[in-house]
């Protein structure tokens, strides 16, 4: 049986077009106020990539390399709508400036501006899931591509799906798969992963054109665990016979490759917004601010037609494992690290950080922890990738502050740090011994936690509520410290009680070494 499709819903007004509608205002940035001194950004022709979590990354990587890939090779078919997660503040950015935008690369000789043309429009679902629906079921729409951070992924504790969480788009899908529940309305997606595979069944039901699925977040095997949890979505929302025709399409027709991307790209400040608003004698609400660095290593294992990413710098490889454990272990575990012990020793960023030469020190020694359990990825020497990441953290143009690193621990922490430790534990060469800067980094976090709950302030963790409770209920703080590193799914790979008892101890004596005053 097959339901009615969401009917398309024809771009807004601005998208695509460029065309300046009468109420257009020339103080902001849009085609026809970028400065004619900087090249002219693209102008796509179509939408052929949906991009699920439109932050200010996405708009300094994925779209700034599509756009370069338009640009040498002139396929203007790679526009992309963006879609954003819980709010509409990028779309009420980008959308009065027909979503052109400015990226701001900062590096010690100061910074340069370029504007990027290739997000075409965006969209919130709150407002307008149909349309989003539309996107990724119309043919033309070939790849999706998706930065939801960690948490967006809908995971619980043990790393499958999170059936709570996405449950309302889950029972609408039952019901968009069902012609008997058919309703004429369509329900507002509520959560990223639900939104996709409510997608990817109005893209079968609409006749089945494949499609690529890309994660870009910083989680390891991003692809397949994306993979693994739409299966268990259709299998949780359609079992049996229901979902035949969706797991059969999905096995036939979608892939999920993995990726690896990396660039830093802090939170934009209300005064880089005034200073680029001098520079360009236009106000642009949607500009990004980045690094110099870009970097993109992508699985090749495509349904259909993709952009020339590699015209763009990027590497496509069969294998991107080496190359997202080294980046995860290395350069989101010194972040990370880098964030909490930075938070506790009073540093507001985490180029002030990295200049303290103990908190450098604590980096290094987790980097190697790190370099032991990973394989080189071709041509890279891990020593002086790990040292060029450190150089990169101490860039004080971007002004990435520590705070914003340290959002959402008990997400980023299982990749970056689970991940060394259990392959160091497993690892029997290595004796009883315990990996100290894994230690060192993971009492940074507990101490910052405890510090945080006791100064009554709510941790910046989609787990606070757990967290805080974990602490109040501890009897002092040692006793807290403990209870964090156990904290169930923190560290998923370190299943030996033993393991984690000794472990906590440790981390419960490094915690008077990690905690220091500037
Ligand atoms: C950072 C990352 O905020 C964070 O947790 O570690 O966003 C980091 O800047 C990027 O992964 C760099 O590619």
Redesign the pocket.
Known sequence: MTAPTATPTPPAPDALSGAAPDDRDDTRLHRDTVPSDLPAPVRPTQVGIVHLGIGA?HRAHQAVATEDAALATGDTRWGILGVTQRSASVRDQLRPQGGVYTVLTVGPEGGSPRVVGSVTDVAWPAEETPRILAALATPTTHVVTLTITEKGYSRGAGGGLDVEAVRRDLDALAREEDVAGYREEVETATSAVGLLVRGLAARRRAGGAPLTVLSCD?LADNGRVLAALVREAVDTALPGVEGDDLRAWLAASVTFPCSM??????ATTPAQRDEVETLLGARDEGLVVAEPFLQWVIEDRFAGPRPAWEQAGATFTHDVAPYERA?LRL??GA??LL?YAGSLAGYATIAEAVADPALAAQARALQADAIATLEAPDGIDLAAYADELLERFANPATG?TTR??A??GTQ?IPFRWGGTLADRLADRSAGDALPQGVVAALAAWAAFVVAEVRAGRAVDDPRAEELRSVVEAADGDAAAVRALVRLPGLLPDVADAGSLDALADAVVTAVGTVVSAP
Do not use: E, G, T, Y
């Not at 991307?261 to 802090?266: A, E, N, T």
């Open positions: 990354f910083n991307v990396d660039r830093i790209v802090p980046k350069l989101n972040h990370s964030a990435h914003q690193v959002m959402d980023k």
